[in-house]
């Protein structure tokens, strides 16, 4: 069983940064696939960067170079920088980790307006 806490989220301006936290239990983190999604209202939840065990990251295309996705296994985090935010940003981003189960954690707002 694998614990997820998301931390970070908040209100900023366009053009801003924020950088996202997923603090995760259990004590074979580093063999879990990580990775940060978001969903609007009404709309599916779509991947916004993966990290391999190994440490090989992937991200989506609207990203765009502005965010950077990194792990710390020693202590069972993660982390999302997100920089040049813009309003299409806001929306609930949930950390997942994923070995044969995935888990999900409860989500965080991010709100980026003027």
């Known amino acids: 069983q694998v614990q997820l806490v998301e931390s970070g989220g908040g209100l900023v301006q366009p053009g801003g940064s924020l950088r996202l936290s997923c603090a995760a239990s259990g004590r074979i983190f580093s063999r879990y696939a990580m990775g940060w999604y978001r969903q609007a209202p009404g709309k599916q939840r779509e991947l916004v960067a993966s990290i391999a065990s190994g440490g090989v990251t992937r991200y989506a295309d609207f990203v765009e170079g502005r965010f950077t996705i990194s792990r710390d296994n020693a202590k069972n985090a993660m982390y999302l920088q997100m920089n040049s935010l813009k309003p299409e940003d806001t929306t609930v981003y949930y950390c997942?980790?994923?070995?044969?189960?995935?888990?999900w954690g409860q989500g965080t707002q991010v709100t980026i307006s003027s």
């Open positions: 997942t980790a994923c070995s044969i189960t995935r888990y």
